[in-house]
């Protein structure tokens, strides 16, 4: 008989516990440290033989960091053969490193998917990655899952009924086409162009006059979608707007122009920690545990997940 083990980097451990704790076993023991001169080190701290390993990790920043750490856990539950190894990556890395946007660049995600392969994984689990197409990436098994469903589940109040879903540009249409549909609410999608190297809204589609925005993406890193939102009051948007964004990364300048009056809501998933210095006003986390723990549940047992994919 082969057992159900869940273990966990040192990325995302609130998340780990959360769903450890949906499933009701116990999170595998294990020990990530860093060496005197900084070489990352881990070790597996249970006998994991023979048994099916599910393995979460986060890779946010720092990323190259919990990267290294997912991938010397990976060789070393391999090396103490386990069974099945399923890498559980909530937030993925280098997903928007995925093609040669100039020449003479790396395709990141490409090697991140490779490095995984070569090291044994039999399958890959993530959510929300920033283009679908890295699913082709791999030679093995992928689950691709979306935090649509629950985060959309958040804005099906009355309150929002003279809402509007906004895609920042043509890229997240399809997105969030899926919000407008479970929501039952316009589309509205912006037009953008790169001038002076900068990027400028040059329309928008859809009526957003007298209108809430919401607007969605997968990733808020920096903040450049924030940058968007004046374009939408000019445009007669209602000034409270709202956002639904899967991974909250916040870096650089994002948690300044949050801060903004028109900015009622940032709604996120748990996908990655926010520690507490990032912890705005007007953030609100969701949890994913429990879609990880049904994935991970119905994998282990071998039954379909078709219905807990929902594909943006």
Known sequence: M????????????????????????????????????????????????????????????????????????????????????TVVAPYFPYTRQERMARGREAISTRVVATILESLGVDRVIYVDVHSPAIQGFFGIPVDPLTAVPILA??????????????????????????????????????????????????HISGDIRGHIPIIIDDVIAGGSVLDEIPALLEAGARPEVYLSITHPV???????????????????????????????????????APLLAAVIQHIYEGHTISPLLQLV
């Open 153 to 202: 589940k958040h804005f099906g109040h009355e309150r929002f009924a003279q809402a509007a879903i906004v895609a920042p540009d043509t890229g997240r249409a399809k997105m969030a086409g899926r919000y407008a549909e479970l929501l039952q609410l316009p589309l509205v999608v912006m037009q953008k162009r790169r001038e002076d190297r900068q990027i400028r809204v040059t």
């Open 250 to 288: 916040l870096v650089g300048r994002s948690l300044e122009k949050l801060c903004q009056p028109f900015i009622k809501e940032l709604v996120v998933s748990n996908t990655i920690h926010v520690p507490p210095e990032k912890q705005v006003k007007v953030l609100r986390v969701i949890s994913i």
């Open 2 to 85: 082969t057992t159900l083990r869940l273990f966990s980097g040192n990325a995302n451990l609130p998340l780990a516990q959360e769903v450890a704790s949906i499933l009701g076993i116990p999170l595998g023991k294990l020990r990530i440290t860093h060496l005197p001169d900084s070489e990352t080190h881990v070790e597996i701290l249970e006998c994991v033989r023979k048994q099916d390993v599910f393995l979460m990790q986060t890779c946010s920043d720092p990323v190259n960091e919990h990267s290294m750490s997912l991938f010397l856990l990976v060789d070393a539950f391999r090396r103490a053969s386990a069974r099945s190894i």
